[in-house]
């Protein structure tokens, strides 16, 4: 069962599941997932969808002998928009998924986040870093419900001998990303499909590093079927800074638009390159497609879609999930 099926990674994950030859039930309630993700596997005899939220009550008759819980918002902008349902997916939704597990005796991986290691005052992240985050801050919904997560997770693990896995998950992008979701990738080849200037948050100068999602997937793959229960990080230690990454897009895209410069929003992390030791030690794993490829692949993808197509990517109506 994999929880969030409908979503960038989700869906992914969803292929290469099938493709393995697994039998697989996708679950989403659709909030940020888009069915379009997954519309090519619906009539695949060996998939299911459930239109189920995880914060309710999660039954699933039969058996099951995997778990991936990815079911959450992900991006700056939906976790500020729906920043109650962030909280509420990564700790009540992971603690159904853990009973689930526990119920089905099935191994459970939960997706984690470089967001737990939150404005990092260690440089690259290794796994052993405790992180400085703000629990108060606007990013705090997203980072404190990982961290909860991380830590229910560890507590089934140790005191229900639960197999259990951890995914700390740096920026990753690839197809399928909503163009709107606010995350720099989307929004830079957004602005260059619509001929806008490119938006560069403070001076550019904040860094990030970018991993491919067929990377990412099998990353993923390779600790679910690995024993080690302890949290891996799974990221392109490719560092570069936004603004030059601006730049990339400009020459890739080959727009004439300009960088513009806005505000930084707050508590953005000022750096951020994934300490991946663990991860070749223990999983054999190590990022095979450079930037330039993936994004190539990426520009691509989202250029083929017609205009109308693109629009309805772009529009994600969350307000009727808001509860004032
Ligand atoms: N960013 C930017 N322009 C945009 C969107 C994002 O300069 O239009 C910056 C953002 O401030 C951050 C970096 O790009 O420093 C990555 O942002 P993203 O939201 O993709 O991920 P996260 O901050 O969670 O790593």
């Known amino acids: ?51 189920h939220d995880v914060t309710k009550f999660v039954h699933v008759a039969g058996k099951l002998d995997y778990i991936l819980h990815f079911a959450s918002p992900a991006s700056p902008i939906d976790y ?37 290691y939150g404005d990092p005052l260690v440089h690259p992240q290794n796994e052993e870093y405790y992180g400085n985050v703000n629990a108060i801050g606007p990013r705090g919904v997203y980072d404190e419900a990982k961290r909860f997560q991380e830590s229910i997770t560890m507590a089934y693990h140790r005191f229900h001998g639960l197999e259990t896995r951890i995914v700390r998950i740096f920026n990753t992008y690839g197809p399928r990303m909503r163009l709107n979701d606010g995350r720099v990738i989307p929004a830079f080849i957004g602005q260059a499909l619509r001929g806008e200037d490119l938006t560069v948050f403070g001076d550019g100068s904040q860094t990030r590093s970018f991993c491919y999602v067929d990377d990412q997937v099998e ?47 707050q508590d953005d992390p000022l750096q951020r390159q994934p300490d991946i030791s663990r991860a070749r030690e223990i999983l054999g794993w190590e990022p095979q497609v450079s930037r330039e490829e993936g994004m190539k692949i990426t520009y691509e993808y989202f250029k083929s879609m017609s205009a109308s197509e693109l629009e309805k990517r772009e529009h994600k109506d969350f307000s009727k999930h808001i509860r004032r």
């Open 219 to 265: 990353g993923i793959y390779r600790l679910l079927l690995s024993d080690y229960s302890e949290p891996v990080n799974i990221g392109n230690p490719d560092e570069i800074s936004i603004l030059d990454f601006a730049k990339e897009i400009i020459k890739l895209t080959g727009t004439n638009q300009k960088i513009v410069f806005k505000e930084l929003p």
């Open 1 to 51: 069962m994999i929880t969030g099926a409908a979503g960038f990674l989700g869906s992914h994950l969803c292929d290469r599941f099938i493709r393995e030859g697994y039998q697989v039930i996708g679950m989403d309630n659709l909030i940020t997932g888009d069915l379009k993700n997954i519309e090519h596997l619906m009539s695949h005899e060996n998939f299911e969808f459930h239109h």
């Open 80 to 116: 500020l928009k729906i920043p109650i349902q962030t909280l509420k997916v990564g700790s009540v939704g992971t603690l159904h998924c853990l009973g689930l597990a526990k119920e089905k005796n099935a191994r459970i991986l939960i997706a984690s986040t470089s967001e737990v």
